[in-house]
């Protein structure tokens, strides 16, 4: 994106002549000039290029060559399948913050962007990337702003949002019965309403947040109230890099990532803590810095280091991207709402990002990474991939690429199931894509599945359903491009299994085709199905009385104490008699278990919390595991028996620890068993439960100090978020 008009000034600045092409294997440049500045011009490209541009490699021959008059981009051929072009958002450029102090045009001009920076995929609703498919199109520019839009040497040439004070979108704020338009005055009274502990509404890039002062406990917990969210840590915003390293552990790969354009919350070590309510207990921050310029704006009037920036929405409905909803439903919340005339037209929320073995790996794929697309070894064109149902998303096949669509969320909400269809809409005429071949889940009853059936028999076109453990291993397969079996773990909580169990503890011999299963962990009921997942105790219960029998003393458990009697049996009679407990290998159950008996959560208020409460628990530096057994399934009788010696003397973090140990050690050993049968040795490791970063690089670490070669994702999350593109790659391989 403004690659070209990049080369096209550089090439300028050096006096060179010749053209600039794209091409669908790269940038084609021709310069004709004296050597000298040829080579300067050339590692110019590298030191200079635009931050949002990614520069593979750059091959430079000599040729003889003359005849230009002038240094110019050549024609666009027809593109109908370049897909390249539509590129994510990108936080507000450095010479755009110094424009809106110094270009008289641009004062604190809220909107300021340009080439390098600014609203993309949040705004273009049709192609070729032109401002009138853009949501700027209701935008008239003004003489200034259309001759920078239409000089080449500008920084601003082709900047579709391109816009200034006296042209551009403006900002609104509503408060009480109060309506303000001045600039000036909003953000006087939103510093104002921020540092009295209030929450304000606010419309960002991608949609709606609310926002408040993060030191300030009462306007967190009043916030949490108000949004309906019990305990689920927020993400923050920091004023600049040296209030994350005040309040945040900070290495060379986080700076770098979080200061980055696309400027993700980064999930960072606490190092100092900021209103308890923020991160509830848990030792990492979700922390971000500003990237709209309105957020550079806002820090410089008020004096609080941080702001929670959470999403706008009500309870799980997708983040709210219109503004009459939003004067409907957070306007009533919050009493104020600060709003800008640009409408939103492809909802994105922050993206999460964590540094796991020194490199990114993403756990919420949304803004600043979609659309750009994973390059693929294989032709997946046609092909459409539903994804799963929780963090839900979807994925295209375009040639070599897969477009992953933005986060969608869960689709049992209804209003996020609508997003989900009007995205593929979307997706489908921004990249003129048509299915010819449609992948889902295995699950009968994801709502992805259902709607597959649906368009799969309208276009009669040809369904596969994929098993759930089988395309995590494979979207790790499509991101290093691996054509051969591996050893794939996949532990993440639930999956439906090839057998109508419920999977995900799963240790699979798997290839892009197909997949065995070699191994997994011990099934377990799952008393009460799927609502046993929200209250692990219950986890607790069932594993201790598969293990133990009737005859274990579970009051003996201190976390027990504060179950009702009648509960305990209630569950075990739901167990013996097998009411509604299926049965159930996931990892993240056993994770669910040991977080309840450590007395850590034995009732979850947030997905996933019992595992990240253990998590959190994690600091020993002990190397011990548990004693565990793997010689049929692996099976934990042995680790819950430590567990519960240990619970008498021993810390919760060191027991923790321990267990954590256990499980990567089971990896290792299971792998080994493998590799002797098999003489395989590549493993891939994927499923939600790698977001645990303890467990990952401690079972990366075991792998690879016993001659394993490891495979973890890093371009798409690890949980359900990156199903969609397993789902892809293995349709590919199956469709031939
Ligand atoms: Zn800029
Ligand atoms: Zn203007
Ligand atoms: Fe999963």
Redo the contacts with the bound molecule.
């Keep these: 994106m403004g690659f070209r008009p990049f080369i096209c000034r550089l090439a300028s600045q050096h006096g060179l002549l010749g053209e600039v092409d794209n091409r669908t294997d790269g940038v084609y440049v021709i310069v004709q000039g004296d050597i000298k500045s040829v080579d300067r011009f050339s590692n110019d490209i590298l030191q200079f290029a635009p931050p949002a541009s990614h520069i593979k490699s750059i091959e430079i021959n000599t040729t003889q060559f003359t005849g230009f008059d002038c240094f110019r981009i050549a024609e666009s051929k027809a593109v109908d399948n370049q897909i390249t072009e539509i590129s994510p958002d990108?936080a507000?450029?450095?010479?755009?913050?110094s424009?809106m102090e110094n270009d008289p045009q641009r004062i604190n001009y809220p909107f300021?962007?340009?080439?390098?920076?600014?609203p993309r995929f949040s705004i273009i609703n049709g192609l070729p990337y032109d401002r009138p498919n853009t949501t700027m199109k209701s935008f008239r520019m003004c003489e200034r702003c259309s001759s920078e839009y239409n000089n080449i040497l500008d920084?601003r040439f082709h900047?579709q949002p391109v816009a200034c004070n006296s042209c551009g979108p403006v900002y609104r704020y509503k408060y009480s019965a109060k309506s303000l338009i001045n600039l000036k005055e909003i953000l006087a009274e939103v510093s104002l309403q921020i540092m009295s502990g209030k929450t304000v509404a606010v419309k960002g890039i991608g949609g709606y947040f609310l926002m408040c002062d993060a030191l300030n406990n009462d306007a967190v917990k009043e916030l949490r109230k108000r949004k309906h969210r019990d305990a689920k840590p927020f993400a923050v915003m920091f004023r600049n890099i040296s209030a994350v390293k005040k309040f945040c552990f900070l290495n060379k790969e986080e700076e770098e990532e979080i200061t980055s354009w696309r400027r993700p919350i980064l999930v960072l070590g606490q190092k100092e803590i900021l209103s308890p309510d923020v991160s509830n207990g848990l030792n990492t921050t979700g922390a971000m810095l500003p990237y709209m310029p309105f957020h550079y704006l806002l820090f410089r009037s008020i004096k609080t280091p941080a702001v929670v920036l959470t999403s706008g929405n009500i309870s799980d409905d997708p983040i709210i991207i219109d503004d009459h909803l939003a004067e409907k439903e957070l306007f009533k919340i919050t009493g104020s709402l600060l709003s800008y005339n640009r409408q939103i037209e492809n909802r994105t929320d922050d993206s999460v990002i964590r540094i796991i073995d020194h490199k990114p790996s993403v756990i919420r794929r949304s803004r600043g990474y979609v659309p750009r697309p994973v390059d693929l070894k294989s032709d997946v064109e046609g092909i459409l991939a539903l994804g799963a149902e929780q963090k839900n998303n979807f994925c295209i096949g375009k040639g070599n690429q897969a477009v992953l669509s933005q986060y969608i969320g869960d689709l049992k909400n209804a209003a996020t199931f609508d997003f989900f269809s009007e995205t593929i809409e979307k997706f489908s005429k921004l990249f003129r894509f048509k299915p010819a071949f449609i992948a889902c889940d295995l699950h009968p009853d994801y709502r992805s599945t259902h709607y597959a059936e649906v368009i799969g028999g309208n276009l009669n076109i040809p369904l596969i359903r994929v098993q759930h453990h089988h395309a995590h291993i494979a979207s790790c397969l499509a991101e290093y491009g691996l054509d051969r079996e591996v050893i794939g773990v996949s532990l993440d909580g639930t999956g439906f299994g090839s057998d109508g169990n419920i999977w995900g503890g799963e240790f699979l011999i798997a290839g892009q085709e197909g997949f065995k299963r070699y191994s997994h962990f011990d099934y377990v009921p799952l008393p009460g199905g799927d609502k046993a997942i929200t209250r692990p105790w219950k986890m607790a219960f069932s594993y201790l009385y598969k293990y133990f029998g009737d005859s274990f003393d579970f009051r003996s458990v201190p976390s027990f104490r504060s179950i009702d009697d009648r509960e305990l049996i209630l569950v075990k009679e739901m167990i013996e008699k097998k009411i509604n407990s299926p049965l159930t290998s996931g990892a993240g159950r056993l994770f669910d278990a040991v977080s309840s008996i450590l007395g850590l959560c034995a009732f979850e208020t947030f997905d996933s919390e019992a595992p990240m409460r253990l998590e959190s628990a994690v600091d020993f530096k002990t190397k011990e595991f548990y004693t565990f057994s793997a010689t049929e399934n692996l099976n934990f009788s042995e680790t819950f028996k430590g567990i519960l010696g240990d619970l008498k003397n021993k810390s919760v973090s060191y027991i923790s620890t321990k267990f954590h140990n256990t499980v990567a050690q089971a990896i290792l050993e299971i792998s080994e068993q493998i590799r002797e049968e098999t003489k395989l040795d590549n493993v891939v490791l994927s499923g939600g439960v790698f977001q645990n970063k303890y467990l990952l690089e401690k079972s990366m670490e075991l792998l690879s100090g016993n001659r394993f070669k490891v495979y973890t994702n890093h371009l798409v999350p690890a949980n359900d978020g990156g199903i969609s593109l397993g789902q892809l790659l293995i349709a590919s391989k199956i469709r031939g």
């Design positions: 990108i507000v450029c450095k010479d755009c913050l424009d300021t962007n340009c080439t390098n920076c600014g920084r900047a």
